[in-house]
T-cell receptor, first 112, second 110 residues
Framework: TQLLEQSPQFLSIQEGENLTVYCNSSSVFSSLQWYRQEPGEGPVLLVTVVTGGEVKKLKRLTFQFGDARKDSSLHITAAQPGDTGLYLC????????????FGAGTILRVKS | EAQVTQNPRYLITVTGKKLTVTCSQNMNHEYMSWYRQDPGLGLRQIYYSMNVEVTDKGDVPEGYKVSRKEKRNFPLILESPSPNQTSLYFCATAVGYEQYFGPGTRLTVT
């Protein structure tokens, strides 16, 4: 059982569509991060959110941390083929010995 | 350029043949760790090191060893690899909880 559940597991969409990826847990996290991983490379940090209700934007990507700090979402507007990759959420909190725990990831494919 | 490097990038070996995967960082970070990535399971931490000569077990340490004799290097050692250690391995450094990953080593044990 994953401590952080990501949904959907797979997403295949056309260029220009919008999408949302979810990261859910029953635990409270002191901070939550999103990473993107492209084939043959390591994950790259996109954003860190630390405050309940926090919203951060990175160009066409919008990240939100839930009010209770148990969940997060990543919304991509007008997806492009360059957004294709594996999106991972990761949370840190006292419940996990202050180590980072990762979700299994969402594989996104954007077709042109 | 700030980076984490791993070698080799690809390795096919046989059961029981000792191997070492090297990891080096030029960011002067104290914290380093090793993860394995398997489909459907995400990234799981194998070992981590808070500083030189300080290492500790992560979530899946069985079958692995590490050493941290100097700040920049953190090799992962498989004394007697088995097929269930076939996986994609990542070395990472960290500042706070923000991780900086190497490019990965794909290991196949037959």
């Amino acid at each position: 059982t994953q401590l952080l559940e990501q949904s959907p597991q797979f997403l295949s969409i056309q260029e220009g569509e919008n999408l949302t990826v979810y990261c859910n847990s029953s635990s409270v996290f002191s901070s939550l991060q999103w990473y993107r991983q492209e084939p043959g490379e390591g994950p790259v940090l996109l954003v860190t959110v630390v405050t309940g209700g926090e919203v951060k934007k990175l160009k066409r990507l919008t990240f939100q941390f839930g009010d209770a700090r148990k969940d997060s979402s990543l919304h991509i507007t007008a997806a492009q083929p360059g957004d294709t990759g594996l999106y991972l959420c990761a949370g840190a909190g006292a419940e996990y010995g202050n180590k980072l725990v990762f979700g299994a990831g969402t594989i996104l494919r954007v077709k042109s | 350029e700030a980076q984490v490097t791993q070698n080799p990038r690809y390795l096919i070996t046989v059961t029981g043949k000792k191997l070492t995967v090297t990891c080096s960082q030029n960011m002067n970070h104290e914290y380093m760790s090793w993860y394995r990535q398997d489909p459907g399971l995400g990234l799981r931490q194998i070992y981590y090191s808070m500083n030189v000569e300080v290492t500790d077990k992560g979530d899946v340490p069985e079958g692995y060893k590490v050493s941290r004799k100097e700040k920049r290097n953190f090799p992962l050692i498989l004394e007697s690899p088995s097929p269930n250690q076939t996986s994609l391995y990542f070395c990472a450094t960290a500042v706070g909880y923000e991780q900086y990953f190497g490019p990965g080593t794909r290991l196949t044990v037959t």
